[in-house]
């Protein structure tokens, strides 16, 4: 089955500690994206790849942080500089960076203690 | 699940009614709009797509209407079902690269 997995679903962490969301795709797509999800909000961009080993920042990047090593994977990181983690976190991917549509990931609720 | 529509508007529709979901755009030099269906819990699942130069496409029963003139788009569903219940985005393609920009989202409750 091709798809986005993420894991874990729900994650749970203390004020003050790194976490580290996972994003696997196999759907051989050279963009990908992390977005932040939060109550009466639509989706806002956090980083994105068009392709490995780079990234930009999208439109609430800060306390964030990505890496792109393989096609497959596009890992996010959130610091604790982030003042305000709780959230659910979706991660998509696209087959080139001007294809529109994207393919969403089913989530990370991250609770931070 | 995961609440993710506490504070959106919500469409109430009567299964079996047609449900009518809208949306203002923001960026009149977009060239591509997506609806996507959240349930939830779930990430967003594609549903339909337009560019901007088609005003109407058709799925199997949704409808999507472009309205360049006053940055207006829309979601028709037909014959509402309760597996329809979810949250509704429109996203628009802002750039050519091919970032989107979603809209706040809309709650569809299905009644019975």
């Known amino acids: 089955d091709g798809g986005i997995t993420q894991s874990p679903k729900y994650l749970f962490r203390k004020e003050g500690q790194n976490v580290t969301l996972s994003c696997e795709q196999n759907?051989?797509?050279?963009?990908m994206y992390w977005y932040r999800q939060d109550p009466g909000q639509g989706l806002r961009l956090i980083y994105y790849?068009?392709?490995?080993?780079?990234?930009q920042k999208g439109d609430i990047a800060e306390g964030y942080s990505v890496s792109r090593e393989k096609k497959e994977s596009f890992p996010l990181t959130v610091t604790s500089a982030q003042k305000n983690p709780t959230a659910f976190y979706l991660c998509?991917?696209?087959?080139?960076?001007?294809?529109?549509?994207?393919?969403f990931g089913p989530g990370t609720r991250l609770t931070v203690l | 699940g995961e609440s993710v529509g506490l504070h959106l508007p919500t469409l109430s529709v009567q299964e079996g009614d047609n449900s009518i979901i809208n949306c203002a755009y923001s960026?009149?030099?977009?060239?591509?709009f997506i609806w996507y269906k959240q349930e939830s819990g779930k990430g967003p699942q594609f549903i339909i797509d337009?560019?901007?130069?088609?005003d109407k496409r058709q799925g199997q029963r949704v409808t999507v209407l472009l309205n360049k003139t006053v940055k207006h788009l829309s979601l028709q569903i037909a014959a509402t079902q309760p597996g329809d219940s979810a949250v509704y985005f429109c996203?628009?393609?802002?750039?050519?690269?091919?970032?989107?920009?979603f809209g706040a989202g809309t709650q569809v409750v299905v009644t019975p």
């Open positions: 998509a991917s696209s087959l080139a960076g001007g294809h529109p549509e994207q393919f």
């Open positions: 759907l051989n797509h050279d963009a």
């Open positions: 790849s068009q392709i490995v080993n780079d990234f």
């Open positions: 960026n009149s030099a977009s060239d591509y």
């Open positions: 337009i560019r901007s130069n088609m």
């Open positions: 996203a628009e393609k802002t750039d050519s690269w091919g970032k989107l920009q």
